[in-house]
């Protein structure tokens, strides 16, 4: 692979493999940038390009991360920003602080690719690596030092020596990603660092360079945070193998700690989305006059209840509630004092009610209201609680005038029957309270 493509747009993909496939050069495509982290799939990259906008990680930030590391190939690899526009200067200014090397966009002609990335594939531009990471070394004589220094170099690594006392001090300057540590006999120098670098903010991968010591100090030492030691003298292999192996768990911990942000921010975006949710449901299931539910949400609640009566006998009543001579209201004080009365019923039915129970704004001037675990009999004593408490409270409107709403009530409940003509049964015991004379209840079946 020569060009890798973390991105969505497979037009760009097409003539990207157009421009450089004659030439043997070879382009692979993931869409996630997440992904191509865990694949690490530019171990085998010449360069990268990256869309800029992409969720849930874009291309500034993958960009920053990789310039980030601590291995030489992640700041010597070209990267280029993929946008679906021209490039702004606040893009320019993004793709600056991530040290990126330039834009490519989406709809780039196979020329202008050629112009932009030939050179780069051909080996004749070669991007600036940047200064070389600073590591630490603590506790070593200037030979071993030096010879560690000569070691590192090719990793795109500076070793830089420091005493015991200014430890605090380099790691706050240098924050280093690896820590050779001497070693003595009784290794009790040694233990004392490691115990400062675990009370230190970001902890560097420390590689022990020392003689033998006992399996009592050993174990001590590793405990204490080591995680790799070299004997004395040196080995080339071993150091290379050391500084390699040191390399890939900073690479790790840098992935783990950006998973751990990405899931953090995607916890709080499934949060705010929630609550958007929450908020637009009860948009859509709430009479914005009333406040209380709407038809729609009757309509769900009573399917549900109804699905909980058939499969485990959960008991419930179904109240239906009109205001008796509403239009006459309407007529005689107008719309908005029609709009007062609805809204203060409203309020009294709910008032009346368990925080369990649920009240419906249905139609007009139609009301419903859901108990449940609730008896046929205990439900029709809240129907005329209700009907009481609208009764006693007359309403003064804007005009001055006093209305006084009064509303009749139909009461029924599962019983054996079809489920399905509840609904419908309910609403004949109310026609029949409006026919008995109105401000009423009536129950179903009832003789």
């Known amino acids: 692979m020569d060009i890798l493509a973390i991105t969505r747009h497979q037009g760009l993909v097409e003539a990207l493999r157009t421009a450089f496939g004659s030439a043997g050069r070879r382009v692979e495509r993931i869409e996630d940038p997440l992904e191509a982290l865990a694949l690490e799939a530019w171990n085998r990259a010449r360069l990268i390009l990256v869309d800029a906008e992409a969720d849930p990680m874009d291309g500034y ?8 590391e601590s291995r030489m190939l992640f700041r010597n690899l070209p990267i280029f920003l993929v946008l679906d526009h021209l490039p702004t200067e606040a893009d320019r200014e993004a793709l600056a602080a991530a040290d990126g090397d330039g834009f490519v966009e989406v709809d780039s002609g196979v020329h202008r690719l050629q112009h932009t990335l030939g050179p780069l594939l051909e080996g004749t531009a070669i991007r600036n690596g940047g200064e070389p ?8 004589d200037p030979e071993t030092a030096g010879w560690i220094g ?4 090719p990793f795109g690594l500076e070793l830089r020596a420091c005493g015991r006392p200014d430890l605090e001090t380099a790691l706050a300057e240098a924050v280093p990603p690896l820590l050779f540590l ?82 953090r921010d995607m916890a709080e975006r499934r949060g705010a989305l929630e609550r958007e949710a929450s908020t637009l449901r009860s948009e859509v299931l709430t009479d914005p006059l009333t406040e209380l539910l709407n038809r729609r949400a009757f309509s769900q609640h009573l399917e ?21 001579y509403f239009k006459l209201t309407n ?23 368990r925080r369990s129970d649920l009240a419906f704004r ?86």
């Open 133 to 140: 990471v600073p590591v630490l070394a603590v506790g070593l």
């Open 61 to 68: 930030r993958l960009c920053g991360l990789l310039r980030g």
């Open 362 to 447: 249905i139609g007009g001037e139609e009301f419903a209201i859901l108990l449940m675990e609730t008896s046929l009999r205990a439900g029709t004593e809240v129907a005329e609680k209700i009907r009481e408490r609208i009764e006693a409270a007359p309403l003064k409107v804007d005009s001055g005038q006093t209305v006084f709403p009064t509303m009749s009530f139909g009461v029924g409940a599962p019983d054996g029957e079809d489920t399905g003509q509840l609904f419908l049964r309910v609403d004949e015991a109310l026609y029949l309270a409006k026919h008995k004379g109105r401000n009423r209840v009536e129950v179903m079946g009832a003789v």
């Open 150 to 153: 000569e070691a590192v170099e």
């Open 304 to 324: 549900h209840a109804l699905s909980q009566w058939e499969r485990n006998r959960r008991p419930f009543v179904l109240i239906l509630g009109d205001l008796d």
């Open 182 to 263: 001497g070693v003595d006999a009784r290794g009790e120098e040694a233990l004392e660092v490691l115990r400062r670098l675990d009370a230190a903010p970001q902890s560097p991968y420390v590689i022990l360079v020392g003689g033998a010591v006992s399996e009592s100090t050993q174990r001590k030492l590793l405990s204490a945070g080591a995680r790799d030691w070299i004997p004395l003298p040196l080995s080339g292999p071993l150091l290379q193998l050391g500084c390699r192996r040191a390399l890939e768990w900073v690479h790790v911990k840098r992935l783990k700690l950006e998973y751990q942000h990405q899931l």
């Open 331 to 353: 007529d005689r004080f107008g719309h908005l004092a029609g709009d007062a009365v609805l809204k203060a019923v409203g309020q009294r039915i709910r008032s009346g009610l």
